[in-house]
């Protein structure tokens, strides 16, 4: 039996792609569906033994998963590992009672709903199918299934969203009392048909990211929200009713856990090595058919770059991180004037020194942390 305890699996097909959109993807393929599954399976076989019994997380993400052929989606899920938390994807247009049922069925227990924004005039920005009465339904289906864990995911930073749009995002979906909320800012990647069409109006918008990231925070935070991760959010306390609603297949990525990745593009980091498969469907399939391992490239992790990272993941959480554990990434001269400048909190505990980031300094997040990091 192996240690690794978080298992991805990419469902990488879509309706349609959205303009902003930079994941591995692929549109239609309905007869794809099946061999692609199939190739899932042997890459699992394949690569089992690193995998711990049973599964701390499992979560299946995309492209959409929910626009898997069902049966072929049900099929999967029939084959893959026990996990305490297996979370599905799901764009609201593809949830029907059926769908529901099924999932439940099928011992998945947190949905991840792709609401972004309930504006239908930001919602053709984005080139989203999905309407503000879709979200509605699929919520109601996923709760009349016996769902009782569900993630909403909203954008703010859209082309011509205000902080009036942003406050009635954020009270729909309020409304519809998820327990957990993951708040994006829009990033509109080079090369996508997204910065083309809209860079010159995100460019302006750029100034207002602050003010609305506080508007999200306050706003979430105020409603009973905890604000655990960067742009994450769960209802802790008497609301959660005493359960973790923290989405612990993220916090295995944020804690530096080893975590494998199966699917086309698909990454993987095992024992210092990281591990990228390559996007192209047919190249996938055809090696797993051959019983090989798809193309992929290959990165190995020294104790250098393991410290950066778990610096620059652990400081995006609400949490304190041993300061032994990244000493050598961490610029002592920078985090005792960010410590004396009320940006950073150096505390001492039984562990030793441990720092987090204050509620200003996580406002402010990536720049300090780039600042942490030792040239």
């Not at 699996?9 to 199939?38: E, M």
């Not at 905890?226 to 297949?249: Q, S, V």
Request: hydrophobic share 40%; with cysteine; glycine share 10%.
């Amino acid at each position: 039996m192996g240690h690794v305890r978080h298992l991805y699996v990419h469902l990488p097909f879509c309706a349609h792609r959205c303009g902003y959109c930079d994941f591995v993807t692929a549109v239609g393929r309905h007869d794809q569906h099946g061999s692609y599954v199939d190739a899932l399976l042997v890459e699992l076989t394949i690569e089992r033994s690193v995998l711990a019994e049973p599964l701390d997380t499992l979560f299946l993400g995309g492209g959409t998963p929910t626009f898997t052929e069902p049966a072929e989606l049900a099929r999967l899920l029939e084959r893959l590992p026990v996990a305490e938390e297996l979370t599905v994807e799901a764009n609201p247009e593809t949830v029907t009672p059926g769908l529901a049922r099924m999932l439940r069925d099928q011992g998945v227990n947190r949905i991840s709903l792709g609401a972004q924004s309930f504006q239908p005039h930001l919602l053709a920005v984005l080139e989203r199918r999905a309407t503000p009465a879709d979200v509605r339904q699929a919520v109601a289906h996923l709760r009349e299934a016996g769902f009782d864990n569900i993630s909403l995911d909203l954008i703010y930073g859209i082309p011509g969203q205000s902080s009036t749009d942003l406050a009635r995002d954020l009270a729909e979906a309020l409304a519809l009392a998820p327990e957990h909320l993951s708040c994006y800012e829009l990033e509109a990647k080079p090369g996508t048909r997204f910065t083309h069409a809209y860079g010159a109006e995100l460019a302006r918008q750029a100034e207002a990211m602050e003010g609305y990231f506080e508007q999200v925070v306050d706003t979430l935070t105020a409603a009973g929200y905890r604000w655990y991760e960067t742009a994450n959010f769960c209802l802790e306390g008497t609301r959660a009713h005493g359960r973790e609603l923290r989405a612990r297949h993220n916090l295995g990525y944020w804690h530096g856990s080893d975590y494998l990745g199966i699917g086309m593009g698909a990454v993987s980091t095992v024992s210092g090595e990281r591990r990228r498969n390559a996007p192209g469907l047919a190249r996938y399939v055809a090696a797993l058919v051959q019983g090989a391992r798809p193309p992929s490239d290959v990165e190995l992790i020294d104790r250098e770059t393991s410290e950066r990272e778990k610096l620059m993941l652990g400081l995006r959480l609400d949490e304190p991180l041993v300061l032994a554990d990244v000493a050598d990434a961490v610029d002592r001269s920078a985090l005792e004037r960010f410590a004396a400048g009320g940006l950073v909190d150096l505390t001492e505990n039984g562990r030793g020194e441990e720092i987090s980031l204050t509620r200003h300094g996580r406002f402010l997040g990536g720049g300090v942390t780039a600042a942490l990091l030792t040239s």
